[in-house]
């Protein structure tokens, strides 16, 4: 044993678990000169965390001056240490300790990043890939807690997740976390396109998911006004339900459904029942996660998020006793101030939940919860006079400054109502409970209220919501456009069939939104897998152009969208061939055909490869994609994404009825787009 690991043993065996905890000091470990005279050994082996301590120690004794000898030694372990162990118990001990971090100046994250560098080229060096994770980890934290600058730490995680498939996986996979919570701090840096790089893989795909949705979340939470709010949070919870789906064991993902779920939900004619089912659903999913959490060591950058996650939990709770008492049938004679407490607290849960005061989920309750709450009371009188009645004679209420602001609300909106020649159409509890209903039928949405009755309005704006979520809108005008002339043309045909139409048009969305992606890629992105879309690299070197990447691109796209459980690929004896992609919702198949081009890619040209498309079709619905990839693009550049979409009708004889094939023209082997020039005049 090292005459210094004896020393320490020594000082372990007699100290107190409080001086356990804060690591020796100099004088415990034999003075300065003994401490620097075994730097190396305690940099190189496992107890550098002890050196780095004892640093800490020394500076809050003696001051900077009296340390500088020791710093040389904390940074040269962590620039040589290679015990993964030993590297991670001195990163631990470094970000606790911000005045030590900040003394060792500009020289502590050049070695981090270092290490973070080395990593990529680990290999199979499992040690020294996560030796970058925790540098990466460490500068993260010190990040946060404003020790050193942010924009090299954000260059520097973009460049290594360039290309995350190259990354040893060991290091790839923990990477999403971190780039959610720098992301998370600087909204503007670019990290969420790391992010969408990291989806294109199985060991980082659901963290980075998870990541985004929380991306998505907080920009609804960002909104003012109810309904880009509520939208923003249903595509998140979309996001979030592709992720359950394809991890059902997610956990985090499942509170953060659940909370969304009970918020969107509070809004809905069925309130009670949606929210109570939402709260319950997170209560199980809360104690799976708790019991989990408690197992595993919390980084300092995840303790905010856990915060979150409990606040969200504690709102929800608070809305299920409050939604219970929205309907219009609710009892209000029999319990009432229970009911009043209820309300108030949901009213005002940005207060009443201590969590919510300094997190962005108090817009939540701002923008969605309160205003519903207030239309419970102007939709009903008896519910206006009963907390009138309460505020009159009821001392806890008349105190409660809950129940004064919304008799203060109440009276506001009545009285803008009334000074309104147009009260009707200015009533945003009706918009808000069935703001979809109000979205389809615009300006004869007021008329409509009046002649229906509500039950029926109620049952209506349920059928509207299930419709919308299984067909989610895109609202862009071109692409709104794009579709509504495709599907046009695909309505004509005789096998446009209820369980055809709505399966084939979720397959056509998903391509579509393929094509986006690989028009919009850039050179650095994607890596592997989008070779084909250009014609070399970064750095000049010829990139390789194929069909089997293409192939292989679009089936991993989809892997990863909502159709994922329904895709097979080089299905073989189909129609006496082999299909590229077959998309099957149950008895009704879509064939789906990878072809590239390299001479002609004209819809004249093209038009030949839709027979073999519409071959493997026969037994089943008349429709089929073409995926034609484009290597004819050279310096013309390509056509837009909107010329580059259209349907061939493929009508053999024989047959009554066309098979038509959608085709979309993919531009690959692309040139650098700095070379382009306009082709030759005609």
């Not at 942010?150 to 923990?174: F, H, K, N, Y």
């Not at 043309?489 to 369980?499: F, H, N, T, V």
């Not at 038509?660 to 382009?676: A, D, K, M, S, T």
Request: net charge negative; charged share 25%.
């Amino acid at each position: 044993m090292h005459v210094f690991d004896e020393r320490l043993a020594q000082w372990a065996a007699h100290a107190s678990r409080a001086q356990l905890r804060a690591g020796p000091a100099v004088e415990d470990l034999g003075g300065i000169d003994a401490v620097l005279a075994a730097a190396d050994h305690l940099a190189q082996g496992p107890f550098l965390h002890h050196l780095i301590q004892a640093t800490a120690h020394h500076l809050d004794t003696f001051g900077a001056e009296a340390c500088k000898p020791l710093y040389d030694a904390v940074l040269n372990g962590l620039r040589t240490n290679s015990n993964h162990l030993a590297f991670t118990s001195a990163t631990e001990a470094l970000v606790v300790r911000p005045a030590l971090a900040r003394e060792l100046g500009a020289p502590l994250p050049r070695v981090l990043l270092a290490r973070l560098q080395q990593a990529q080229d680990a290999g199979d060096d499992l040690a020294a890939a996560l030796i970058g994770f925790e540098a990466a980890d460490c500068l993260v934290q010190l990040t946060l807690a404003d020790v050193i600058k942010a924009a090299r730490l954000l260059g520097a995680m973009d460049e290594v997740t360039e290309e995350p498939g190259a990354l040893p996986e060991a290091m790839a996979s923990r990477l999403p976390r971190l780039l959610g919570v720098l992301d998370a701090h600087h909204p503007g840096a670019g990290l969420s396109d790391a992010l969408e790089r990291c989806l294109m893989l199985d060991h980082t795909c659901r963290d980075a998911a998870f990541e985004l949705a929380l991306g998505d979340l907080r920009q609804a939470l960002e909104q003012d006004e109810y309904v880009p709010m509520a939208e923003q949070l249903r595509k998140t919870q979309d996001r979030l339900t592709e992720l359950i789906t394809l991890d059902p064991d997610r956990l985090d993902a499942q509170l953060y459904h659940a909370a969304i779920e009970a918020v969107l939900g509070l809004s809905a004619p069925d309130a009670p029942a949606r929210v109570h089912a939402a709260a319950s659903t997170l209560r199980e999913a809360l104690h799976r996660y708790r019991a989990w959490r408690y197992r595993t060591r919390t980084p300092a950058w995840a303790r905010p998020r856990q915060n979150d996650v409990i606040a969200w939990s504690e709102l929800t709770v608070v809305l299920d006793a409050a939604a219970a008492h929205l309907a219009d049938d609710d009892p209000w004679y029999d319990g009432g101030l229970g009911i009043l407490t209820a309300l108030l607290q949901a009213y005002t849960a940005h207060n009443t939940v201590a969590v919510l005061t300094d997190t962005p989920a108090k817009a939540a309750v701002e923008i969605l919860v309160a205003p519903v709450i207030e239309d419970a009371f102007l939709q009903h009188e008896h519910r206006q006079r009963f907390l009138q009645h309460a505020l009159a004679h009821d001392e806890e209420i008349r105190d409660d400054p809950a129940a004064q602001q919304l008799h203060a609300a109440l009276l506001h909106r009545t009285k803008s109502i009334e000074n309104s020649t147009y009260a009707q159409a200015d009533d945003q509890g009706k918009a808000r409970r069935w703001q979809r209903l109000a979205h389809q039928l615009k300006d004869d949405f007021t008329a409509f209220v009046d002649q229906t009755p509500e039950h029926v309005l109620d049952r209506l704006e349920l059928g509207l919501r299930t419709h919308n979520d299984v067909l989610a809108a895109i609202a862009d005008p071109k692409y709104g456009r794009l579709k509504a002339r495709l599907l046009k043309q695909l309505e004509d045909s005789r096998d446009w069939l209820a369980g055809v139409a709505e399966e084939y048009t979720a397959l056509l969305e998903t391509t579509i939104r393929f094509a986006y992606l690989c028009y919009d890629i850039g050179r650095k992105m994607g890596g592997s897998y989008t070779e084909y879309l250009r014609k070399r690299d970064k750095d000049g070197k010829k990139q390789k152009v194929d069909e089997s990447l293409f192939h292989q691109h679009y089936r991993e796209v989809l892997r990863f969208s909502a159709l994922f459980g329904v895709i097979n690929s080089e299905v073989i004896d189909k129609a006496g061939g082999r299909t590229d992609i077959l998309v099957s919702f149950g008895a009704v198949q879509f064939n789906v055909e990878c072809k590239i081009e390299e001479d002609d890619a004209s819809e004249t040209t093209l038009r030949k490869y839709v027979a073999q498309a519409a071959e493997c079709q026969n037994t089943n619905a008349g429709f089929a994609i073409l995926l034609a990839l484009d290597k004819t693009v050279d310096a013309e550049g390509a056509a837009n994404l909107f010329d580059s979409i259209w349907i061939e009708p493929v009508q053999r004889p024989g047959e009554s009825e066309a098979c038509l094939v959608v085709i979309i023209r993919i531009p690959g082997g692309r040139e650098n787009p700095n070379l382009l020039r306009p082709a030759p005049a005609p």
